[in-house]
């Protein structure tokens, strides 16, 4: 059964705090995603990776940047956390192909005090 | 560069009565669609795709789509709901031939299921 993991589901850090949001695949894709949650905004982007070692910026990659050293972990960093960064993070990945299904996993949510 | 319109930021609806949630795209080329939903405090998953062929897709959970070209639209039908069908709903887009191969969501609809 296909399967994405993120490191955890609650968070909460403290303005100024480095913070490591971590997600892992075990299916062997190729792509990896970012994605920030927020009512009435629906899923921005924030990164995305095509390979290892690969990423591009989405939406709202400000604040934001991302670490692919092996294929099946991707990790999302928020190098100086802020309140405004206090939101839902969803990581996906998908194989190759523009028409495959992503993978979504279960969520963190990050509050920043 | 390609968008989504989900109409319905919410629709309400009564237990064993028919919904239709609304997508609406637009885009220079092809495109591939797909429906997926995210239920309370979980990640979003796959309801139905369409890629090519018949333009009525079935999906998991009674769950149906038809894709209108002329209309670029991409409407989620269910003829009844249930309570556990409660969650919010998102539409989505990708270009099926070359520009980017990052898809496009829309705003998500949140269907509210009372008994």
């Known amino acids: 059964d296909v399967k994405v993991t993120q490191s955890s589901r609650y968070l909460v850090k403290r303005t100024g705090e480095k913070v490591f949001l971590e997600c892992v695949q075990d299916?062997?894709?190729?792509?990896m995603f970012w994605y920030r949650q927020d009512p009435g905004l629906g899923l921005r982007l924030i990164y995305f990776?095509?390979?290892?070692?690969?990423?591009e910026k989405g939406d709202i990659p400000e604040g934001y940047s991302v670490s692919r050293e092996k294929k099946e972990r991707f990790s999302l960093i928020l190098e100086s956390a802020s309140t405004n960064q206090t939101s839902m993070y969803l990581c996906?990945?998908?194989?190759?192909?523009?028409?495959?299904?992503?993978?979504f996993g279960p969520g963190t949510r990050l509050t920043v005090l | 560069a390609q968008s989504v319109t989900q109409l319905d930021s919410q629709v309400p609806v009564f237990e064993e009565a028919p919904v239709e949630l609304r997508c609406n795209y637009s885009?220079?080329?092809?495109?591939?669609l797909f429906w997926y939903v995210q239920y309370p405090n979980q990640g979003l998953q796959l309801l139905l795709k369409?890629?090519?062929?018949?333009?009525l897709v079935k999906g998991i959970n009674g769950f149906e789509a038809e894709f209108n070209k002329s209309q670029t639209s991409f409407h989620l039908r269910k003829p009844s709901v249930h309570i556990s069908d409660t969650a919010e709903y998102f539409c989505?887009?990708?270009?099926?031939?070359?520009?980017?191969?990052?898809?496009?969501f829309g705003r998500g609809t949140s269907l509210i299921v009372h008994p």
């Open positions: 299916m062997d894709h190729e792509n």
């Open positions: 369409y890629l090519s062929g018949s333009t």
């Open positions: 990776s095509y390979d290892v070692k690969m990423k």
């Open positions: 989505a887009v990708i270009p099926a031939s070359g520009g980017s191969y990052i898809p496009t």
């Open positions: 996906a990945s998908r194989d190759r192909g523009y028409s495959d299904t992503q993978y």
């Open positions: 885009s220079s080329v092809s495109v591939y």
